[in-house]
């Protein structure tokens, strides 16, 4: 999408952009569903976020996918992709 904009043109890029990210989990941690566990843990971000991914099958643990109830156990593997939302390149003319 093109459009102008006070002297300039704004277009918007379609690629998608996305974050990958691979934690595991300390020994001494105690129980806590995952949506929270990640919430605390990466930074700029929201627990909608967080729970939109676990949705969208985007967040395995140990290798297998999971649901936001799940609890968070010692030395599990968690891998998280965050889709970044879309950005706007300015061009000054």
Request: proline content about 3%.
């Amino acid at each position: 999408m093109i459009e102008d904009k006070d002297d300039a043109l704004v277009v918007e890029e379609q690629d998608e952009l996305f974050e990958h990210f691979r934690i595991v989990v300390d020994k001494g941690q105690s129980l806590v569903r995952i949506d929270k566990f990640l919430f605390g843990r990466l930074e700029n971000t929201s627990r909608n976020k967080v729970q939109a991914a676990i949705d969208a099958n985007n967040v395995l643990v140990n290798g297998k996918t999971v649901k936001s109830s799940y609890k968070v156990k010692p030395l599990d593997v968690i891998s998280i992709v965050l889709a970044h939302p879309p950005r706007n390149r300015i061009i000054c003319r």
